[in-house]
């Protein structure tokens, strides 16, 4: 088995986890790498972009940011990822620093790999291509000030809903314990594949957050009366301006982010450890 380890080293402590990995990989004589930019005892180096074709297994350490960015990286080579937490809440992240031991269970083959669904986001001008998108959690169209309420279309194979709010969230199940659970959206099951549409602080009593189906197809238009700037965020990242002639169109991606599970700890278990004070466990 080969396995690559790409750390975030802003995390704190992510250093330290670097080497105690490269010793028990070591012990399980598992072939393990590092990126060439990244010393590292007991490990091989090899370019970044390389790595998702050499290993079996990708594992990351650092936060949730960390794991969505190298996951969908990894997806592209439909490589299956592991998360070692570093962050506050770690939410995707398998396993905790003091876990480290339930690495043994990879070369036994101890391990259950489950397949979340992603969004393909693509945003059009004037119906033109502009660019293209994947996402995790969530695409969100908010305004460039706090409180500032937009106007926003949401069109769903023909049939429109048409909200007054500070933004809108479409999430994925995987994103649903994000920016969309934070805003009043449901919390769903990641392995199901589903859409939720969220207001965020929506100027109306009935606005309440639509679970779809993911074959559906999802059309986006947003603009303001007092010429508020408008962005599209992707997993947490502003990604393009929105004006009147833009569109954002949403459907389920292609692909597929693989996650390693190695301990027994359930969705539901998860949701009471990770969220019960905001830390993780």
Do not use: W
Not at 270 to 275: A, E, I, P, R
Request: proline share 4%.
């Amino acid at each position: 088995m080969v396995i690559a380890v790409i750390p975030n080293l802003d995390k704190r402590g992510s250093a330290e986890v670097v080497a105690k990995l490269g010793r028990i990989l070591k012990a399980e004589n598992i072939e393990a790498y590092l990126p060439d930019s990244i010393c590292g005892t007991d490990f091989k180096h090899a370019p970044e972009e390389q790595l998702y074709k050499l290993a079996d297994i990708i594992i990351t350490i650092g936060g949730d940011g960390t794991i969505i960015r190298y996951a969908k990286r990894a997806a592209l080579d439909n490589k299956p990822v592991l998360g070692i937490n570093a962050g506050r809440m770690g939410y995707l992240a398998n396993i905790e620093q003091n876990e480290l031991p339930l690495l043994s269970k990879l070369n036994r083959g101890e391990y259950v790999i489950e397949k979340r669904m992603m969004l393909s986001v693509s945003l059009l001008e004037n119906g033109r291509l502009i660019n293209e998108y994947t996402a995790l959690n969530d695409a969100v169209i908010t305004s460039g000030f706090i409180s500032r309420i937009i106007d926003i279309s949401a069109t769903v194979d023909g049939d429109s809903i048409s909200y007054r709010a500070d933004g809108l969230i479409v999430s994925t199940p995987t994103g649903s314990t994000a920016y969309s659970m934070s805003a009043g959206g449901p919390i769903i099951d990641p392995l199901t594949e589903s859409f939720c549409i969220t207001p965020i602080c929506s100027h109306s009593l009935s606005a309440k957050p639509i679970l779809l189906g993911a074959d559906n197809t999802i059309k986006l238009k947003a603009f303001s009366k007092k010429r508020t700037d408008i962005f599209l965020t992707v997993d947490g990242r502003k990604v393009a301006a929105m004006r009147p002639f833009t569109e954002v169109r949403i459907t389920r991606s292609e692909r597929t982010v693989q996650l390693v599970r190695l301990n027994d700890r359930s969705f539901y278990k998860t949701l009471s450890y990770k969220f019960k004070d905001g830390r993780s466990i």
